[in-house]
């Protein structure tokens, strides 16, 4: 879906205040705490449990309440879908509308069971030392070289996405990595799909079912 400025304007006008009870109860029924939930807002905005009851007894709007807050310098890793909405494809003209949705975000996956280490977003910094692997292409055509950890994470994901599905086409393993691995991922998900999923065919791991179009894949037999 698209953003207009008329629903960047509707959620400027809602009050935080009448929003907060509804995220609290979610998580709570789904087995979270307030704490947990005061503990992403505060990393996301900068506002701790005291400035959050301030907020809400001031009545502020969402608009207000994001022009306060310290926005989290690595916000932009917050991914994906929420409510509909592609976070990472919301105009940069309807800010307060990425924002509310990125924090909304966060929330979802606290309600998903995710853990408080994989929601507060952290910058991976990959040395130059790290191990590293050439991979494989099929026909014998060049691989490139990428860092092992990658490899593997990429690797582990694809073979059990295949075993799951006993067949599945490329474009539904693209989909679901996409989905499943954006948020927090670092680097672009579809190109390492791409080279792992040749190298693992190159491999003899993994093989394309001949006649199928577009075409599916399976795990070597």
């Not at 939930?37 to 301030?54: P, R």
């Not at 280490?117 to 040395?127: A, V």
């Not at 190298?199 to 037999?221: F, G, M, V, Y």
Request: hydrophobic share 40%; aromatic share 10%.
């Amino acid at each position: 879906m698209k953003v207009t400025a008329e629903k960047n304007e509707k959620v400027a006008k809602l009050y935080f205040a009448s929003i907060y009870p509804l995220y609290l109860n979610r998580l709570e029924k789904n087995g979270r705490t307030k704490e947990e939930l005061n503990q992403v807002i505060e990393w996301f905005t900068g506002f701790d449990k005291d400035d959050l009851q301030a907020l809400i007894k001031e009545n502020v709007t969402f608009g207000a309440f994001f022009q306060k807050a310290t926005i989290h310098p690595n916000a932009h890793m917050i991914k994906g879908v929420v409510c509909g909405y592609r976070i990472e494809d919301i105009e940069d003209e309807f800010e307060l509308y990425k924002q509310c949705r990125r924090m909304e975000k966060l929330i979802d996956e606290l309600a998903r069971g995710r853990k408080m280490e994989k929601i507060l977003r952290k910058e991976k910094r990959w040395s130059f030392k790290e191990p590293r692997i050439l991979t494989k292409r099929p026909q014998g055509k060049a691989g490139v070289n990428i860092l092992k950890e990658k490899y593997d994470f990429i690797k582990t994901f694809i073979l059990k996405t295949v075993t799951d599905h006993n067949e599945i086409t490329f474009v539904k393993l693209s989909d679901l990595a996409v989905e499943a691995l954006s948020p927090t991922f670092d680097g672009k998900v579809v190109w390492y799909i791409v080279t792992v999923k040749l190298d693992l065919e190159a491999r003899a791991i993994i093989e394309r079912i001949p006649k199928t179009s577009p075409h599916k894949l399976r795990l070597k037999k």
